[in-house]
């Protein structure tokens, strides 16, 4: 194991557990670690809502006008916000030479789902009434975040609406049953993600609803037309299975999926990009494929 990814490990470990915490305490223990990673210095961050919902554009100067990253923040679909990711996703904005509008979607257990997929299409929706061409939209998220975005592309699908041009998923948590085998065998190799914490989380935000629900679980639901598709993840990290089982669903329904597994990664390992060769790397490859496929 590289020495950097070590030293990652060692500061994670040290963090309090928050396993015991109430949900707010959590959220406001997130939002503290968070604000430790600044955006790089030049990001403009503009608040608007799109179609009510808030959201922050998050851009620099040269930034392309007719490419855009809609980006969903992860957090267990309970906590998180566009402010919590504002220096990863300034950073994928920057690798892409685009601009982002990263949306804050409607949190369990307040609102629990639907709400954030009809927030995340409403989104798009609006993106489109910007007058911004579907081809230059790329559609991006991690953990949550990345489950979302592919649920929101199939509600766009199957609504008739245009698609973005691509799709990139981080880490992405796409099957709220929380049983993939992964879940065992990175059990102890994965800092973040806990199997009874996850499923808590999946609980909350399904609040009753079944777990195999296609735009809950995307590893559940019909791929077939989706645009070409990235998927990042770590091999040291249990949501491993989620990615190869999405990779699986997108492939046997005939899309062009790129999978990423980087080894000795853990889960969103792009947060850490001040300390991670890898995490730097692996967000200039999210730029360089949004750059090829956007096409406005």
Not at 66 to 83: E, K, T
Request: net charge negative; charged share 20%; hydrophobic share 45%.
């Amino acid at each position: 194991m590289k020495k950097e990814i070590r030293i990652v490990r060692e500061i994670l470990a040290s963090l309090p557990d928050d396993s015991n915490k109430s949900l707010e305490e959590q959220r406001n223990g997130m939002n503290e670690l968070m604000a430790a990673m600044p955006p790089p210095e030049g990001t403009l961050i503009e608040a608007v809502e799109a179609d009510g919902i808030p959201a922050e554009w998050v851009s620099f100067d040269g930034a392309a006008k007719n490419r855009v990253i809609y980006y969903l923040h992860g957090g267990g679909y309970v906590m998180g916000s566009p402010a919590t990711h504002r220096r990863m996703v300034a950073l994928i904005g920057r690798a892409a030479g685009a601009a982002v509008l990263s949306l804050d979607y409607r949190l369990a257990p307040e609102h629990p789902y639907p709400a954030a997929v009809e927030d995340a299409t409403a989104g798009y929706r609006w993106l489109l009434r910007q007058d911004i061409h579907p081809g230059g939209i790329a559609i991006a998220g991690d953990s949550a975040g990345g489950g979302l975005a592919a649920a929101t592309l199939v509600s766009l699908r199957d609504a008739g609406d245009p698609l973005p041009a691509c799709g990139v998923f981080i880490s992405p948590w796409a099957d709220m049953t929380c049983s993939s085998e992964t879940y065992d065998t990175e059990r102890e190799t994965d800092p973040f993600v806990v199997q009874n914490v996850i499923k808590e989380m999946a609980d909350c935000y399904l609040n009753g609803a079944n777990p195999k629900t296609p735009l809950a679980s995307p590893v559940f639901a019909d791929l077939a037309e989706l645009p070409p598709l990235l998927i990042q993840v770590g091999s040291e990290e249990v949501l491993l299975g989620d990615a190869l089982a999405l990779e699986g669903r997108a492939r046997a329904a005939g899309v062009d999926c790129t999978l990423e597994v980087w080894p000795d990664m853990i889960h969103v390992w792009h947060f850490f990009s001040e300390m991670l060769l890898d995490a730097r790397k692996a967000i200039n490859r999210v730029g360089e494929f949004c750059k090829i496929h956007q096409n406005p």
